[in-house]
């Protein structure tokens, strides 16, 4: 799994042979320790293109519950007449 999203995500790899010592922690350590890479940079870019995209923000409110306070929060956000439009 970890040599597969490696290559997906142009990360760097290298193999934990079932040689080395408690092979199956380090393997499950690297493998968590991947998916939090991948994760933090997904949202990094994310956050970065709701500061710099109106349409991403609006499909990221588009997606909340009509229940959510963060989507009223957001979508005054929104209709403000001096919000810039990107």
Do not use: C, G, W
């Amino acid at each position: 799994m970890r040599n597969f999203y490696s290559q997906k995500f142009n990360l760097d790899y290298s193999a934990i042979s079932t040689k080395t010592e408690d092979h199956r922690a380090k393997r499950i350590t690297a493998y968590m320790n991947m998916v939090d890479d991948i994760v933090n940079e997904k949202f990094k870019t994310f956050k970065e293109d709701l500061i710099h995209k109106k349409e991403v923000l609006k499909d990221f409110i588009d997606i909340l519950p009509n229940t959510s306070t963060i989507k009223s929060n957001l979508q005054n956000f929104l209709n403000q007449p001096n919000l810039n439009s990107t």
